[in-house]
């Protein structure tokens, strides 16, 4: 007689909720139909399918039978399981088994055939009425997220969903009056396909989104700010806000440049200056009130900034300029960056970041800003007009201060001052050149009391002559930028 197979009723998708009120989902299945003979055996499979991010941490199910059609039930690792080194246990007796994976987390297990159930019939049972309840099933995540599951054939699946829902990217670049425009959106997690639509303000006139791509052309100039909502099949959404700022062709733009240099160059937890217009409607530094437990504000007034989809931290704000400090999380490559001024989000600009940035700050005249052991500044006479000076001298211990050197040990968490409790010391080997000689390197490390702001210090090289001489630094393959001048007098 040939084997029957235990066959599931059409195709039904169930989503388990944990913690739910609701009587637990249960599929019943049931064998195929036959001729009326009485006994034999069954299997079913449970199986994994596609696994992906987050992977299954614990599957169980319990199965409900009539202990006068089944005499055993049992139930084996599957090939897949078996695989990566898990197993299946049951517990139970006479009309129900609970049985669970085990050893399941987040390592890797294959799609195929998890566990197979067997059942063999009760000689007293016509397979054509003979059935069982898979009662209960539930999948979830090491954190407790359900996983769907869905039935068809002879076969359970459990198939992973990916992690939360996300749209990308966090913004969005501007455009000039009369141009052409696109861009696409794109989301992860949930379960495709996906319902793109805009649920709230309006885009820039002449754009539309569908199937998430942004495309049409710029037809009014201004700051546009509008919603977005993505819904995927099994219900979960996400929203996010955007704002494209349409400007004339050729009209400037904000600009980006190292907040010590002021050319070009930024690198994570370095200082940046924003040049451009209509940037704030105040000017005025941060307060000491507004450095709240040593955390320099995201927010001066109604002004924002945020980098790479993360607020950066704020020193000076004006019409025509913004000094702000990178997170040291922001990506390497180039990264969107926007002003939000009086809640009013402004173009998205993009930023170029690399692993380091090193640059001096400066003092007028383009001189490095350097000082003496005492703190007082390394420079010649009236560079600052009623305030007396001296030049670095020859053998001399002196200190540059800098920005962009890169991650120091131990590390500072991003926007803090720099504690004073131990030295936090720069963990890229460097070397410092004055009028072209290797001058000596004594250390590096973020100020103490400061945030983002490098004290480098070097010894004068002991043949160097009277003048003003260039200083560069070179640290992982990057100089400063050139024309930086030292003066020093015997």
Same mark, same amino acid.
């Given at each position: ?6 066959? @599931?009723?059409?195709? =039904? ?17 049931? @064998? ?32 409900? /039978? ?82 769907? &599951? ?16 996300? !749209? ?8 000039? @009056? ?35 791509? @942004? ?80 955390? &320099?504000?995201?927010? =001066? ?14 020193? /000076? ?31 998205? !600009? ?39 000076? =001296? ?5 001399? &211990? ?57 004290? !480098? ?34």
């Amino acid at each position: 007689m040939a084997r029957p197979t235990l066959q @599931l009723l059409g195709f =039904l998708i169930v989503h388990v909720v944990a913690h739910a009120q609701s009587a637990a989902p249960t599929l019943a299945l049931h @064998l195929s139909p036959a001729s009326g003979a009485r006994g034999g055996g069954a299997t079913f499979d449970l199986s994994l399918v596609a696994p992906g991010s987050p992977l299954p941490a614990s599957l169980q199910w319990t199965l409900h /039978y009539s202990s006068a059609d089944f005499t055993v039930v049992t139930a084996i690792t599957g090939p897949a399981a078996a695989a990566a080194g898990k197993s299946v246990s049951c517990v139970g007796g006479s009309g129900s088994h609970t049985c669970v994976v085990t050893g399941l987390n987040a390592q890797t297990i294959a799609s195929g055939v998890v566990a197979t159930v067997l059942l063999n019939i009760s000689p007293t049972a016509l397979n054509t009425t003979s059935s069982v309840e898979l009662a209960q099933p539930a999948a979830s995540t090491v954190d407790g997220r359900p996983l769907p &599951l869905a039935s068809i054939g002879n076969l359970l699946t459990i198939t992973p969903v990916p992690a939360t829902l996300k !749209i990308t990217p966090a913004s969005l670049p501007g455009g000039s @009056l009369n141009s052409a425009y696109q861009q696409i959106l794109s989301v992860t997690g949930g379960m495709p396909p996906y319902m793109w639509s805009v649920i709230g303000g309006v885009p820039p006139t002449g754009l539309t989104l569908f199937a998430g791509v @942004l495309q049409g052309s710029l037809a009014e100039t201004g700051t546009f700010g509008f919603l977005v909502e993505v819904r995927d099949i099994a219900g979960a959404t996400i929203r996010r806000a955007f704002a494209i700022s349409v400007h004339q062709a050729g009209e400037t733009v904000a600009n980006v440049v190292n907040g010590a240099s002021f050319q070009p160059g930024a690198s994570p937890g370095s200082w940046i200056t924003i040049q451009g217009s209509a940037l704030s409607s105040s000017t005025r530094r941060a307060r000491p009130a507004e450095v709240f437990n040593g955390l &320099l504000p995201t927010q =001066l007034d109604d002004v924002g900034v945020t980098v790479d989809g993360q607020r950066a931290f704020l020193s /000076y704000i004006s019409p025509e300029q913004i000094n702000a400090l990178l997170p040291n999380s922001v990506s390497l490559g180039t990264v969107p960056l926007q002003i939000v001024n009086n809640l009013i989000p402004g173009p998205v !600009i993009g930023v170029t970041i690399t692993p380091l940035s090193p640059s001096f700050f400066t003092w007028p005249g383009n001189y490095a800003s350097a000082t003496h052991a005492d703190l007082s500044p390394a420079a010649k006479a009236r560079v600052f007009e009623g305030f007396p000076t =001296l030049p670095a001298r020859p053998g001399e &211990l002196i200190i540059l201060w800098g920005n962009g050197f890169g991650p120091v040990s131990p590390p500072v968490p991003s926007g803090f001052l720099t504690p004073a409790d131990v030295p936090h010391t720069i963990n890229t080997p460097l070397l410092v050149k004055i009028g072209g000689a290797a001058a000596e390197f004594v250390g590096g490390k973020l100020s103490p009391g400061e945030a983002g702001v490098y004290q !480098i210090a070097v010894r004068v090289p002991a043949s160097a002559p009277n003048g003003d001489w260039p200083v560069v630094v070179e640290m992982g393959g990057v100089s400063s930028p050139p024309g930086v001048l030292l003066t020093i007098q015997r």
